[in-house]
């Protein structure tokens, strides 16, 4: 009986309950949306933060550099032996760390003792400046005169030969024609290499580290490098004079990652000058909710360093990225706040404007015998049914929003600010440095997506559901009231 009159009095009634039913949908659409695109933003935000962490990696533990001694070089440079031949080859290699002055291997077990660190990995970053090309000798010829007479002139009584044949000599051809190639390498800890900056790639091509390669010539590239120099597994190639064989191609999870090529520690050790040495700590941490914590637990305990979460680095982001997130976390969500009330408001007051004109209805009812409790009832069962009726037109609409953003794919720049220890420093970015992967200044495009999660289609249902109860619980109260003498009293 209760389906039966239900489901005609909603055929009787299609345009009330169809804005009833948009006015919810609007709302509900414009929550999924911001939610979508929040989530979008945490992806991208964590893009950009992948570029300078291992994944899982919490915090990092580095040590800023140190200001230069008066008069010390800070330039790049470049000493070739000196050759007879006219034409010679010559090549050179510059290797500097990067990312901050370098700690003691001896830092990485001490970090990893502290309280509420599950684990941590040294790794060292160097920027390799490679100059390659040749010189090219001139020749020093003499200008003769073309006027020579075929007898030379006779000098007077002394006999000096007056010829105009000695003038001055005159460096003709010679050169110099040089390359400059500027690439990243990454000594990491191969027990372990969960943590620290391979973490974020994906071996596409060989294979990687074994325990046992812990200082062995081998290296893995990054798939974008090993395209350019056209290297593939079981290639050759020289840093500093060393020979490495390429075991593996990597692909970095961001495309932002800057690091071309992967050594055991050791290597990249004996590569930079710095046995024993390195120049980022990578942290994880026993929980995640406890990460300000343990950095307050290393900060205190090893002095001199810097401790940098992504929370930090996040700090950090800057461009099109943060506004957009600004945007969509505040003004967002203020303005769904804001729909969703009114379209709440709105769906009760037709409501109970559509009971105060079924007087005649209700009150007929009640005098034939239905209890208010009956009448209640009828109200909120079509309330729920027009608030589901809008919850499912909401996420249609939601969906299509969110797949808008997703196919649109606008782009947003992120910059990422220098972080205490996680600039590059003299050593790691400009004129012999380069860019690393903890430069001082990173900028970067992303891609906006909207992922839409079941959490938000379940929020979008649950809200349906509470317009559809808000609306019915003010019909139904209204609907109540009413007596039988009102219908009595409204026959004309």
């Not at 055991?264 to 990578?282: E, F, H, S, W």
Request: glycine share 14%; aromatic share 4%.
């Amino acid at each position: 009986m209760f389906g039966i009159y239900l489901k005609r009095e909603l055929g009787r009634r299609k345009k009330a309950a169809l804005v009833i039913a948009l006015g919810l949908a609007l709302g509900i659409a414009l929550v999924i949306t911001v939610n979508s695109v929040s989530a979008g933003m945490t992806q991208a935000q964590d893009k950009v933060l992948k570029s300078l962490y291992g994944l899982g990696t919490d915090m990092t533990v580095t040590k800023a550099q140190s200001a230069p001694k008066a008069g010390g070089s800070q330039g790049p440079n470049f000493k070739f032996d000196a050759r007879q031949s006219s034409s010679t080859k010559q090549s050179s290699d510059r290797v500097m760390t990067q990312g901050g002055q370098a700690l003691s291997s001896s830092l990485v077990t001490k970090v990893a003792a502290q309280q509420g660190v599950s684990a941590a990995v040294g790794a060292i970053s160097l920027n390799v400046t490679k100059v390659d090309g040749s010189f090219t000798q001139g020749k020093a010829k003499s200008s003769t005169s073309s006027s020579v007479s075929s007898g030379s002139q006779q000098g007077g009584p002394g006999g000096g030969n007056n010829s105009s044949g000695g003038g001055q000599p005159q460096v003709q051809g010679g050169g110099a024609s040089f390359n400059v190639n500027s690439y990243s390498v990454a000594g990491i800890d191969v027990t372990d290499q969960d943590l620290g900056p391979l973490a974020t790639s994906k071996i596409t091509s060989g294979r990687t580290f074994t325990a046992a390669q812990s200082n062995a010539k081998v290296a893995v590239i990054s798939k974008s490098y090993a395209k350019s120099k056209k290297y593939k597994v079981g290639s050759t190639f020289k840093i500093n004079g060393t020979k490495y064989t390429v075991i593996g191609i990597a692909t970095p999870d961001s495309s932002e990652s800057t690091t071309d090529v992967f050594v055991p520690l050791k290597q990249a050790q004996t590569l930079g000058d710095a046995k024993n040495k390195v120049t980022t700590i990578y942290v994880k941490a026993t929980d995640s909710q406890q990460i300000a914590t343990v950095k307050k637990e290393i900060q205190s305990n090893i002095s001199g360093t810097t401790v940098t979460t992504s929370a930090d680095l996040a700090s950090t982001v800057s461009g099109s990225l943060s506004t957009a997130s600004n945007l969509a976390t505040s003004v967002g969500k203020w303005l769904s706040i804001a729909v969703l009330a009114a379209a709440f408001l709105v769906a009760a007051l037709l409501t109970s404007s559509a009971v105060s004109r079924r007087v005649r209805e209700f009150g007929t009812l009640k005098a034939l015998g239905w209890p208010s409790r009956n009448v209640t009832r009828q109200v909120v069962g079509e309330s729920m049914v027009n608030g589901l009726l809008g919850g499912a037109l909401g996420i249609g609409l939601g969906l299509a929003a969110a797949y808008a953003v997703t196919a649109v794919a606008p782009k947003l720049t992120a910059q990422l600010g220098s972080s205490g220890g996680m600039g590059g420093g003299p050593g790691g970015g400009g004129p012999g440095g380069g860019p690393g992967p903890q430069s001082a200044s990173n900028t970067m495009e992303i891609a906006l997506s909207a992922p839409v999660s079941l959490t938000t289609i379940a929020l979008a249902v649950g809200l349906a559901v509470t317009g559809g109860l808000i609306a019915g619980a003010m019909g139904g109260w209204r609907a109540s009231r009413m007596r039988p003498a009102d219908a009595l009293r409204s026959v004309s």
